[in-house]
């Protein structure tokens, strides 16, 4: 029995942390559902007023020591929880399902509230959120569209490289304002901490969204995210077993022209700029693929009139003389099937809990593997997780929670991913080889394969290491007063490998070319380290208390500081050999091809703190919270801002009028305002002056040359000293209603809110007389205005439980003072005065010109004066553009705003049910309101012949049979692709988009059947789907989620679908 | 565990403590004390003479280059140059007609060049008013000197651009009234940079005293050629406008600064006998690498006075300077290759040597040595960077490995550049030859220049000291200028100094601004950029593309015609972000 072996390694790990218990008074019981009578395997039994708790077992049984007397609570998520008193040695404990816990408490800052008496607006996320997912690498990924009031999106699909961002509520700042980030209480500097994390540790994630974030003060601007990780829970060993093994399917991506659909599109692209086929090298070339398909022709040695080897001549005007091709291959190949395939990824999750009264632990062991789509090259994220938690209770009063977690998260991507000349750069015409004949690296020209690039180009290696060493104390110092302390640690190393290999390239026969790329001198091998220890200290005093039986008081008051240090290296040897072994030593050219660079910093936050909550009856309620933050950013004299939020609520459904309706179970209103800061854009030093030194690191340095080598040179940084800029200050408005119905099957809550930036930093540009960039100054104003509801319906009918909800987010912001800032561009524009943030301006489409007479009058009546770009050889074909402000002229003015490039909806709908043994459940997610356009030459169709052509304009192109077509004439002329294609309501694309982000379908086996093996006591199986089809109206292939700016770099990732089969298991 | 035993007490005190160490924590302000641990602070900095060398090194990156002198950028606003030969009657960029040479520059938005250069006043003026402080001013009145030499240097570039600009002579900060001040006159600012070089001048080391570990660093020789180039420039700017004393006054001061240069000793032309009339060719990509026939290296060069330096191996320039310069897209014009002398020291209109231009090579054919070893005459053999000298012995093996042989100059217009590019084996962008901010030729020519603006002539014997001395380098048999020659061929002294200066310092960043101050521009600037003499000479057969580009009268293929030079031109108009920022700068007049 090889598991056995197995599991008995972790007991005896365990050994040590787990205590035995076995006196007298023990208690015997079952716990079931009062419905069904089915047992409820998981509930919670405790002694009230102890710590002394234990969980029941597969078959709802329990055992506990207890005395007549006492009274034990039983609870379960989804239950009520219930008191009996303890009257024998064995009780029937019968839990009523409740679809709402009415204790249920959410985390919030320093500290936990009930649910039922929050004012804030407050979404909290359940360990439920991140099963089924397959493998997760990102908690966020598993939130997409989950979390009312936030955007979540990322930046790729790469492995390891995904950039998850979530935006709460809109934007907060042209500087940026994530999220702060709070594990088990403790402040995480950095939100990539989430890339690292398993999300299979998560118990639960709050996300405060309004005033409520003012506790967290300076850095809350952006809302704040708590997440509190899974604890052990006494009783008998459990340990459970999460797997799961899923295939990565390509989804959207686009898709290349074929050989014969480019070379006819050179032909009549070239043919349309008036070349005649008898002395034209494009034209010539599309007719040689048509001609030749599937052949390679050789030996071909540019320029100086030759021939190609069946005596045809290469006519005179190659573009490019300076880099000689030596042969043609014309492959009808599918140059995305070429670089990109099916991938694989897994996850692996051990736990193990248990304890006694005074002690309980849980240990967690994960591994995720996230694997690549890139047919070729090193490219793969591995994650590596442990994590301990201990709870022990040093008696009734003083308890202290311990934390020790390592997150290991490992991305190994190919060096020469992006770039001009990387693997995602436009790549080759159609017809290119991946690898010579004889498996070599394949360039034309100066075109490398980029195949080649990712195989034998090297590795780019990033190893995060992050640990959390993390003390809570508690201590109950009377019944109203009680003392909570936090000391947390969080070292963290990243090192970095890098490796830049040159490559000798070959020609389809092999034949070794000149070139190698990169050259053996610039081809390099760097390493860095960084750390960053973070250590962080706050204790608070709670002290709660009921007045007159009606006036519920809590009262919170503490204090924080917090430090990091930072420590960065780095170290480059260039001048690698072929084939060079990674190492810093290995470079073959002299002292100047070594070079390092260091740099250290600190900074330290220091914050006192405090809350007052009261409520009267638990009807109205009213919460105030306050922070004066300190930090070392800024001068001693101005160094604490404070930050404030109050809220109230009112619960209607207390009211007497409401009683005796059946309608509402729980009705409330809330209100809140609130003052948070942002920290973006602020330096660690602004406030003193700073010197650069400079020194020449290679031959390419600008230092001079003085004496016998490059100068060391001592000068001021650019930028002024700042003494009087602050954190900006958002103030927070917002109000919302939450509500159940309908013996509870229906909940739902409904938010709007307004954020105001009115010291938003910014740039402020003095006469250049100056000298100097001077220091940002606290001088803007964004506003953003945001509205989110959801809403759940959960029932049961008969043996079938499901449920159906929805939520929906929308924001839209406007920057209503930007130092008045309003030059327009077409194209996106980041920040315009009076505009909504990355707006995208363009001109109006006016139709296609048809005919000579409308040429004449179009370029008689605009081509004057104009500002977009009419060339000079406009044709019937191309496009006209309206003239808006009807001035007789096209110019800047004309432009008209097409959207934004920031969704602004974004929502989500989910069903579900489960019957016996079965679960299902499914969720869609969407974006509605976002304008995408890629400014980008490689979306213009033979803009640039040398390069692969997306296929999107394929036979939608304007000819003379064709006047209907979406798009114009083709052209290889780049001043009429640039006038077509320029950014108009023709060319920018609709980036909604609906997708089915998850479906899952699981088994619980027969629990009869499953403990016949003696070692699982559960088992589900099941089978999930993410991104498994998609609704969108992109024209040119790619994921509507992708960012609009894809160029030549790992954003062109082809996004995938996601099969999962895994499996559950306790024993 | 089981046995774990915990005292009360013992936890009331850990939890005390834990508590008031918080408390401490908190009370103490000082916690949030926290200065940089690895940047330098300026409190912390500037307290050796040697803080003060690395501080007056970082001005060095201020010197013009190869970019300045013949690249230009005019559509993008952060890539200006200029003092570039693009903008000048000298060169036609092929395809990208320059707005600042045809007169259709409007005004900009932003202007990097008046940015830049104020940027790096506030940098010198940084340093300076550091040193004001310093205990032992002795100890760095050379980077001082460097200091001042450089901020002249940089408001000489915004004189010659803008004509008067705001005197910013100390470092400012956001609430400085200075920034809001109307400019300072053409006079004072011009006043300001002569007594910035004056002041700098006499803590500058000689030549012969710089060792060779500072080797680059301003000389006296270099602040004095500096100050004869500032002299001459606004003098001569001010005798075409009329002022009459303040030119005498300023010319004056140009050719005692030149003749200071001279008589120092300090420098001497290049013109070693091994590479005979060709001197001056390879003296531009001179390296310590074989760049030359007669193998000599940069050690052997005292003509570059202040020199921008590279080399391959320690910093290269880092641009693509022979790809770019090697028969590329920009051409000379024909004007300036009449400019050439023929070898009897006669222009073209005059001399009997002159073979006209029936042949493609015809008017390569007696003239000026410089002229053949600029251009890349028609049916020669030339070697650049990239197919480069083998041996240098112009043999089988050299020949074989030419990148032009019997070069057919069929394409541009017709007249292609070879000076700046490399013959020896080197990779784009790797060459090492050095710039020469101030070379010895010019301040010889300053020196002609200023004698003669200052008297209305001037003597052989001051000819001999300057003007002959350069145009003999080249062309050893040339009958040298003088009052007899020019009287007895009806030439024009003005014109022979100026036609010397615009051969020798061509591609060197020289021609637009020397035009400017000759007030010359608005008669040369409007004339149409030409090419070769197409009509009835040899390129009607050899290029017959040619045949549908524009011509003029004498059957040369027009390039650029329609251009026009107004009175505002002599100076660039300031950005209108400036004019916004700041109401009281006055724009350029007629801007």
Known sequence: MKRKKTLLVFFLFLATCITAFAQSGQVTGKVADAVTNEVIPGATIK????????????????????????????????????????????????????????NEVVVVGYGTQKKATLTGAITTIDAKAFQNKGTVTNPLEALEGQVPGAIISRTSSAPGQEGWSIQIRGATSTNGATPLLVIDGAIVPDNNALNAINPNDIASMSFLKDGAAAIYGARAAGGVILITTKRGVSGKTVVTYDGSFSKKIIGNEQQQMTLQQYANGLIQARENDGYLPANDYLIHLGELMLKYQGQVISGINFPSGQFFQDGTPIPAGNPDPSFPVSDYTFFNNNYQNQLFKNGVSTQQSFGITGGTNKSTYRLSLGYAYDGSLLRYGDDYNNRYNIRFSDDYAFSDKVKLQSNIALDKDNVTVP?????????????????????????????????????????DGGDNNTYTTRWTINENLNWQITDHLSFNTTLGYNPTTITNNTQEKSIQWYDYSGTILGVQYPTPTNAYYSESNTTDNYYNANAYLT???????????????????????????????????LNAIPGLSNGVGDATTHSNSGYASHYAFQSIFGRLNYDYDGKYLLEAQVRDDGSSKFIAADRYKPFWGVSGGWLITQESFMQGQHLFDELKLRGSYGTAGNQGNIGLYDYLQLLSLSYGTSVTSSNPYLGTGQAVTLGPTSTLVSLNRTWEKVETYNLGLDFEMINHHLTGSVDISEKNNTNMLLPVIYPATLGATAPYQNVGYLRTKAAEGQLTWTGKIGNIGYHIGGNITYNTDNVISYQGATVIASGINTVIQGQPLN??????????????????????????????????????????????NGDGKLNNSDLVNLGTEDPRISYSFNFGFTYKGFDFSTIFQGVGKRTIFRNDPANIPFNNWYWSQNNFTVGKTWTPTNTGAYYPELSNTSTINNYNYQASSLTVQNGEYLRCKNIVLGYTLPSKFIQRSKVINRMRVYLSGNDLFTFDKIRDGFDPEAPSNLKNSYTQYPFYRLVTAGVNLTF | MKNFKYSPNKTVN???????????????????????????????????????????????????????????????????????????????????????????????????????????????????????????????????????????????????????????????????????????????????????????????????????????????GAAQGFLSRVAL????????????????????????????????????????????DSAQKYMFILENQKSNPANIVKASNNEYILANRYDQTVRQINLNVSHVAFANAFSPTRKFANLYLCADGLPITQSPLFQGYVKMNSEFINRDNRMKYTFMPAGGNYWSNAKYRIDWNG???????????????????GYQNQKWASERNVPDDQE???????????????????????????????????????????????????????????????????????????????????????????TEMPMNLTGIQWAGTQFQTTWPGAGSLPKDATGSIIMESGRTWAQKDYLLPFPVQQLQLNPKLAQNSGW
């Not at chain 2, 010198?124 to 901020?151: D, T």
């Not at chain 2, 940079?193 to 000689?206: G, H, Q, R, V, Y």
């Not at chain 2, 005798?239 to 120092?264: C, D, K, M, P, Y």
């Not at chain 2, 089988?396 to 541009?412: G, I, M, R, S, W």
Request: with cysteine; net charge negative; aromatic share 12%.
């Open chain 1, 47 to 102: 002694i009230k007023g102890t710590s002394v708790g234990t969980v029941t077992d597969i078959k709802g049984n329990f055992k506990i020591n207890a005395a007549d007397g006492q009274v034990l609570v039983a609870s379960f998520i989804g239950y009520e929880p219930i008191e009996i008193p303890v009257t024998g040695l064995f009780v029937t404990i019968k839990l009523k399902e409740n679809s709402k816990d009415l």
């Open chain 1, 543 to 577: 002290y709660k208390n009921t007045f007159n039986k009606h006036n519920n008081v809590t009262l919170t008051g503490g204090s924080q500081y917090e430090r990091d240090e930072y420590n960065m290296f780095s170290a480059t040897t260039t001048d690698q050999s």
């Open chain 2, 233 to 276: 420039y606004e003098g001569t700017w001010q005798e075409f406008r009329g002022n009459t004393a303040r030119a005498t006054q300023l010319l004056t001061i140009a050719q005692a600064a030149a003749n200071s240069v001279i008589t120092s000793a300090q420098y001497s032309l290049f013109e070693p006998a091994a590479l005979g």
């Open chain 2, 14 to 220: 850990t939890i005390l403590c834990l508590t008031g160490l918080l408390l401490i924590t908190f009370g103490c302000k000082k916690a949030l004390n926290l200065n940089p641990i690895s940047e330098l602070t300026d409190a912390a900095e500037w307290q050796t003479p040697n803080d003060f060398k690395l501080g007056a090194n970082a001005f060095y990156t201020y010197e013009r280059t190869f970019k300045n002198a013949w690249f230009d950028y005019p559509t993008d606003p952060s890539n200006q140059e200029p003092h570039s030969d693009c903008r000048s009657d000298l060169m036609v960029v092929i395809g990208n007609l320059n707005p600042f040479s045809n007169g259709k520059n409007t005004v900009p938005q932003t202007d990097a060049t008046y940015s830049g250069d104020y940027s790096h006043i506030h940098n010198i003026n940084f340093m300076l008013n550091k040193a004001a402080s310093y205990s032992n001013p002795a100890s760095i009145k050379q980077y001082v000197a460097e200091a001042k030499f450089f901020r002249a240097y940089t408001y000489f570039d915004l004189l010659q651009v803008y004509g008067g600009v705001p005197l910013i002579t100390t470092t400012l900060t956001t609430t400085s009234p200075e920034l809001y001040l109307p400019q300072n006159t053409r006079d004072q600012i011009a006043d300001f940079i002569i007594s910035d070089l004056n002041a700098a001048i006499p803590d500058l080391p000689l030549q012969s005293n710089i060792a060779a570990t500072d080797l680059g660093r301003v000389s006296q």
């Open chain 2, 432 to 522: 090492g030859y050095d710039y020469p901010v101030i070379r010895y030729a010019e301040i010889l020519l300053n020196y002609a220049e200023a004698t003669f603006e200052l008297n209305g002539s001037i003597n052989d014997a001051d000819l001999d000291k300057s003007l002959n001395p350069v145009r003999l380098r080249a062309n050893p048999t040339m009958p040298k200028l003088s009052n007899a020659f020019v009287a007895a061929n009806g030439l024009d002294m003005r014109t022979e100094i100026r036609r010397e200066r615009t051969i020798e310092l061509y591609l060197e960043g020289f021609r637009i601004d020397d035009l400017k101050r000759w007030k010359t521009a608005e």
């Open chain 2, 395 to 413: 043999d089988a093996a050299d020949l074989a490995h030419a990148a032009y042989l019997n070069f057919q100059p069929t394409f541009n217009n």
């Open chain 1, 839 to 884: 707006s995208v301006y363009g001109y109006e489409y006016a139709g296609r010109i048809q005919n000579k007479t409308e040429l004449t009058n179009y370029l008689q009546e605009y081509s004057t004066g104009n500002t977009i770009g009419i060339p000079a050889n406009l044709r019937v074909g191309d496009n006209m553009f309206k003239d808006v």
């Open chain 1, 415 to 455: 060096t020469m991913e992006s770039g001009t000349t990387g693997i995602f750069s436009y790549g080759f015409q159609p017809g290119s080889p991946a690898f010579a004949q004889n498996g070599s690296d394949y360039a034309w020209g100066a075109n490398y394969s980029p195949e080649g690039l990712a195989r």
